[in-house]
């Protein structure tokens, strides 16, 4: 029985959404987690430092040594949740990819794991952006390959095509 | 050369998605203001009271003497700010159908006006109202058809099966 | 009787919390709008350019040309509500003083205002953004003097030592 | 040296923004956490459900046998997130007074913990949460003192007359 879904996207792929309708759809209680909760967990300088995570004017995104440091401890206190009991929704921005993806490996080791690849057309994610209002632009575009590279996956859907509450049906028959 | 445009349609229908890329579309700074405005601006006890708007148990809203009287005055408010030279985008449900669009009609006389009528499946919207996470459970579907009854467009279009973006697209080449 | 208070002060001053409170004491319901208002409703794009609204990295504010237009459209929508019969709370950041004040006090000519200075010690204001946490660092400072010269205020509060709801009793009481 | 810091106090006593401001004046990067970020992780029908969370029109808050599931879970996750290295700020209000402040000892077992009492006057909370807006009328009161009962404090602020800032160089001081 998987104990944690790891959804993992590039920025305005729909992950949010995906998550609120899987929450509402599998029968047991799922935490919901992710790069946003670890973020606003930050200091407001983290968010906009070298130290940090930047958000350059073309829209990538770079973390530096101090972040990565702290979500070091993060990764392993949402393993221990689910350790712990707990089943839990990662969602997340694999900004190294399978690199990424190792480090989550790693920590989540033992647990069983479903790992889902969030895919969606740059353009189409790039005016999704736009029509939420809060994303820099250039951010959806520039993440929406660059996060799948090297990752392996359980499943994978394409939000570009497909409302939140059909992708999350897909990924709970599969938990 | 139209002044002002009025978007009607339910609960998660996409209208902001809509509003924020016809923001972003179209060459000139248009404002952006409607239900979401009016009811942010109120007093926190007319949001849930029998004089203001009442958001019931089964996703039906409705509003109340004080509500209407306020709301009469934010109507002639926005023809003034559109009189005095600013395009503006409404972005608003029609509770009423026809009637609320011959209170707006009758405020902004004379001014070109191009009424847009958002449509969305019912199932699609409550669906999406999950997704966001932020609306009442019945919500959407209750308001879905309601608000277009005996209501008169120059455009309508269909949210269930396209982007914010291409609808703001078709939109911008009817202004 | 009072038909529009209009509060103005700097940045992270409290008049916002000054608001809410005013709408929970004052017997009648008054609409609370202002600059936050406005800047949301523009488009994206007027938030961060020469012709829009400019957040320097000091803290500063600067408006441009286009924002000027809309914002003189929006002070007349808003004083044509007030002449409709609504009773409104105008939250403001005077950027230009007592010259902001001549543009507002020429549209709301004829209409009963109380003018309402709100004053923060600079270094008190700076704090409270920190604690706010969605401020830029410097913008209290930069504004808490600056708003005031030249202005002519039938009230003057200081919420440096003084509550919001305490504020607020005081202004419900010359209202 | 401090690897935990734990605020407890009611709704509105002013946690959230001494948080920031710890952040920002304490030199190393400290992560936030606390109620809200475990409540917004949990599904929208947690939080108001038997299972869950539930908030009366008194303001008085209860939950459930699945809340305190998935809370003891995230309790572990927390301090496991210390243990792998990060510090930590908690951010809470121990509805169960001394008694969870046991569950949270006891996770974090051998980690130093500054344990720190917010309060405030139940009066001026109640009207700080009419400031924020967002809060239930009610809540602040109802929580004033019964999150105190039975708990053991290393150091002990009040906030119904010292600023944000200030209670954070007291605490910074004592980490």
Redesign the interface.
Known sequence: MTQVIVLNGGSSSGK???V??L??VLPE?????GAD??V???????RSSD??IEFAADGTVSVGE?FR??E???I???????????RIIVDEIFLGGGESQRRWRKALDGLPVLWVGVRCDAA?AE??G????DRAAGMAASQAEVVHRGMVYDLEIDTAHT???ECARTIAAAV
């Not at 209680?29 to 987690?33: D, E, G, K, M, S």
């Not at 392993?76 to 707990?86: C, D, I, P, S, W």
């Not at 736009?130 to 209002?133: M, T, W, Y």
């Open positions: 949010t959404g995906i609120r309708c929450q509402s209680p799922w935490l919901a987690l909760t670890l606003a967990a930050m200091p407001a300088s983290l130290g940090g101090e440091t702290l070091a401890a993060w392993e206190g949402v393993a221990a949740m689910a350790r712990a009991g707990a189409v005016a999704r736009i029509a939420r209002g409302e939140s509450m």
